[in-house]
């Protein structure tokens, strides 16, 4: 089983450029989401969907971008890198969003350094 | 103010010994989950105990226990015979109902984390 998968797993970018982080996950999770992860404060709630077609903002969401076209994918995109960017990102799904006691499973990050 | 509270930025246990990772949660719904995750130095997010705010009893699973205390609304995590490789990074989230336009979906938020070293 897959689970989870990102690509790429490391990224440099120069400042002003764009890009794509990659997420799919094969367990038919109605739920994905993205983190970012940054020393001493933990994982903060980027964007997340609750199905094809629907998305939300998380916690962070400015200067990143999302849909969800089918339910396998979920795509962030970094519309003009900036230093502060600079984190490791997490994709995550679950199987419901109904219910408060799914677990999530994790993709194993992709670091991203903006320069 | 944060949803999550871990006050623990590192500990410190000798192998063998108990554990408590300490965790405070903030919520006026009364339907939540409470989840702790690891983090090894390699990276991975690993799904260690859930406990649901109507379960009577504490969760345990294997070395790892849930101290659940509704009133205080605390959640800590119990790791009993601390092991080296124990060592790592260790989480505290809670989903409740969410708003905005996916309003009753159980949104995870995460705390800041705990960083756990294990001493021989």
């Known amino acids: 089983n897959a689970g989870v998968t990102q690509t790429p797993k490391f990224q440099v970018l120069k400042t002003g450029q764009s890009m794509t982080l990659q997420c799919a996950q094969d367990m038919n999770h109605e739920y994905m989401s993205w983190y970012r992860q940054d020393p001493g404060m933990g994982l903060r709630l980027i964007h997340y969907s609750v199905g094809a077609g629907i998305t939300d903002q998380g916690e962070v969401p400015n200067g990143y971008n999302v849909s969800r076209s089918t339910t396998e994918d979920f795509p962030l995109r970094l519309l003009s890198a900036a230093p502060s960017q600079t984190s490791v990102y997490f994709c995550?799904?679950?199987?419901?969003?109904?219910?408060?006691?799914?677990?999530?499973?994790f993709g194993q990050g992709t670091r991203l350094t903006v320069v | 103010a944060q949803k999550i509270t871990q006050t623990q930025p590192g500990m410190f246990v000798q192998e063998k010994e108990a554990v408590t990772l300490d965790c405070t949660y903030d919520t006026s719904d009364p339907s939540y989950g409470l989840f702790w995750y690891k983090q090894p130095s390699s990276g991975e997010m690993i799904f260690l105990i859930y406990q649901g705010s109507y379960d009577q009893q504490n969760a345990t699973e294997g070395r790892y226990s849930l101290n659940f205390q509704k009133a205080r609304k605390s959640a800590n995590l119990v790791i009993s015979a601390s092991q080296l490789g124990d060592s790592a990074m260790y989480f505290c989230?809670?989903?409740?109902?969410?708003?905005?336009?996916?309003?009753?979906?159980?949104?995870?938020?995460f705390g800041r984390g705990t960083s756990l070293i294990v001493h021989p």
């Open positions: 989230a809670m989903r409740e109902p969410g708003t905005g336009r996916t309003g009753g979906s159980y949104i995870p938020t």
């Open positions: 995550a799904s679950s199987y419901s969003i109904g219910t408060p006691n799914t677990e999530a499973f």
